[in-house]
């Protein structure tokens, strides 16, 4: 079913426009065309993505072939912490190069760019407007192309005018910044290899419409929509994808007996042919349709059989941890090992293994007593990434 009049402006809508629900300068591919008119799509551009796409600069720079632009001359600049000589500075940088670091320039009165730097983090500022504004615009575009009624969740959307022009967009929801909290997620998320993609689960529990977002497998927070969501209706839809660009060029197939076909057709997932023009053409197709979107199964099962194989073998975690995490995969995977998407961030467990509680209000719970375990989760969360940027724009 097609909207027919913008959620901004409330005007009829006489022109299609793409709006990306997650943003296309972080490399967002899912497009609406049933939310806003074009000229309400410039304003969002303007007062809530643009301030927000910065946020991720060093991130853009930092992974090769990212979907969005390779081209390092039109990023922006950003701030983070270099070291020289076993000390730390402030530092600006650009496209993964200092471009400045005034406090160790001033103090050996030279220009500090030309010595041996070495990137050791990138700041990110979540605090911020602009933060909290692009993380809900996403759970907004998300809800309302997943067919949310505009209705239940316009009480978060602000939009200030003076006479018939848009002056602001801004957005009111409770953001609660995800933590792990079984030791499942806590190994997927920091003992897995760090391969960046973004990923939503929209769904509803006890009355209460809530948004997962992952960016960059980093950014986590759980968006409250609504806490007025009566109904029967399943609500529960998962989006993903990855970042990187697909190498879409041909390989090199490297067949000399009958029996490499049936090795590649595996390999690329065609139909294996013994004519080999033939069988080259289907190569070709299957590349071309490959696509970045990915199930959410597809990027949590590998990593959740990583956890689940290397715990075994490991001797140091104690028979009460491995019996808990055995209980979380039964908790998320059905048995033919597929992730069940019902379960998967939207509950835990808690003391007893029949104990499901939901999982962003534990968040909220746990954070009421204490801090300290959350900020350790995202603190531990962000070195992985910085550890794959420093690595990466070295
Ligand atoms: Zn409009």
Redesign the pocket.
């Given at each position: 079913m097609s909207r027919n009049n913008?959620?901004?402006?409330?005007?009829p809508?006489t022109e299609r426009s793409r709006e990306h629900v997650i943003q296309n300068a972080i490399g967002g591919m899912y497009e609406s065309v049933d939310i806003?008119?074009p000229?309400?799509n410039n304003y969002v551009s303007k007062y809530i993505d643009a301030p927000f796409t910065k946020i991720f600069n060093p991130i853009i720079s930092g992974i090769d072939n990212f979907s969005k632009t390779n081209n390092k001359k039109s990023l922006q600049p950003c701030t983070g912490t270099v070291s020289y000589n076993g000390q730390m500075y402030h530092a600006n940088i650009k496209g993964g190069k200092v471009v400045n670091c005034p406090d160790l320039s001033r103090a050996l009165h030279c220009d500090a760019t030309e010595l041996p730097l070495k990137i050791e983090s990138y700041d990110f500022n979540l605090e911020n407007t602009a933060f909290k504004n692009g993380m809900a615009k996403i759970a907004f575009n998300y809800a309302l192309d997943q067919g949310i009624d505009f209705n239940k969740i316009k009480h978060g959307l602000n939009v200030q005018k003076s006479g018939r022009n848009i002056t602001n967009i801004s957005f009111d929801y409770p953001l609660i910044p995800f933590c792990a909290l079984n030791p499942l997620d806590l190994r997927i998320e920091l003992e897995t290899p760090f391969t960046p993609y973004h990923s939503l689960i929209l769904f509803r529990q006890n009355h209460k419409l809530w948004c997962y977002i992952d960016l960059f497998n980093t950014f986590q927070f759980y968006v409250l929509m609504s806490d007025k969501m009566p109904g029967n209706n399943k609500v529960y839809n998962t989006y993903a994808q990855t970042l990187q660009k697909i190498d879409r060029s041909e390989p090199d197939l490297d067949i000399h007996r009958p029996k490499d076909i049936l090795i590649c057709a595996k390999d690329y997932g065609v139909e294996p042919c013994m004519d080999l023009e033939e069988f080259k053409k289907r190569v070709r197709v299957a590349i071309q349709q490959k696509s970045q979107k990915i199930s959410l199964d597809k990027i949590i099962t590998p990593k959740a059989e990583y956890v689940s194989y290397n715990c075994i073998l490991d001797t140091q975690i104690s028979t009460p941890e491995k019996i808990l995490l055995g209980q979380h995969v039964a908790l998320y995977f059905d048995d033919d090992d597929r992730l069940n998407t019902n379960n998967f961030r939207t509950v835990t467990l808690g003391s007893a293994p029949d104990d499901i509680l939901s999982y962003p209000e534990l968040i909220n719970y746990t954070a009421k007593q204490s801090q300290t375990y959350l900020h350790e989760y995202s603190n531990a969360k962000f070195a992985v990434l910085n550890n794959f940027l420093c690595q990466n724009t070295k």
């Amino acid at each position: 079913m097609s909207r027919n009049n913008c959620i901004y402006c409330g005007q009829p809508i006489t022109e299609r426009s793409r709006e990306h629900v997650i943003q296309n300068a972080i490399g967002g591919m899912y497009e609406s065309v049933d939310i806003c008119c074009p000229q309400c799509n410039n304003y969002v551009s303007k007062y809530i993505d643009a301030p927000f796409t910065k946020i991720f600069n060093p991130i853009i720079s930092g992974i090769d072939n990212f979907s969005k632009t390779n081209n390092k001359k039109s990023l922006q600049p950003c701030t983070g912490t270099v070291s020289y000589n076993g000390q730390m500075y402030h530092a600006n940088i650009k496209g993964g190069k200092v471009v400045n670091c005034p406090d160790l320039s001033r103090a050996l009165h030279c220009d500090a760019t030309e010595l041996p730097l070495k990137i050791e983090s990138y700041d990110f500022n979540l605090e911020n407007t602009a933060f909290k504004n692009g993380m809900a615009k996403i759970a907004f575009n998300y809800a309302l192309d997943q067919g949310i009624d505009f209705n239940k969740i316009k009480h978060g959307l602000n939009v200030q005018k003076s006479g018939r022009n848009i002056t602001n967009i801004s957005f009111d929801y409770p953001l609660i910044p995800f933590c792990a909290l079984n030791p499942l997620d806590l190994r997927i998320e920091l003992e897995t290899p760090f391969t960046p993609y973004h990923s939503l689960i929209l769904f509803r529990q006890n009355h209460k419409l809530w948004c997962y977002i992952d960016l960059f497998n980093t950014f986590q927070f759980y968006v409250l929509m609504s806490d007025k969501m009566p109904g029967n209706n399943k609500v529960y839809n998962t989006y993903a994808q990855t970042l990187q660009k697909i190498d879409r060029s041909e390989p090199d197939l490297d067949i000399h007996r009958p029996k490499d076909i049936l090795i590649c057709a595996k390999d690329y997932g065609v139909e294996p042919c013994m004519d080999l023009e033939e069988f080259k053409k289907r190569v070709r197709v299957a590349i071309q349709q490959k696509s970045q979107k990915i199930s959410l199964d597809k990027i949590i099962t590998p990593k959740a059989e990583y956890v689940s194989y290397n715990c075994i073998l490991d001797t140091q975690i104690s028979t009460p941890e491995k019996i808990l995490l055995g209980q979380h995969v039964a908790l998320y995977f059905d048995d033919d090992d597929r992730l069940n998407t019902n379960n998967f961030r939207t509950v835990t467990l808690g003391s007893a293994p029949d104990d499901i509680l939901s999982y962003p209000e534990l968040i909220n719970y746990t954070a009421k007593q204490s801090q300290t375990y959350l900020h350790e989760y995202s603190n531990a969360k962000f070195a992985v990434l910085n550890n794959f940027l420093c690595q990466n724009t070295k």
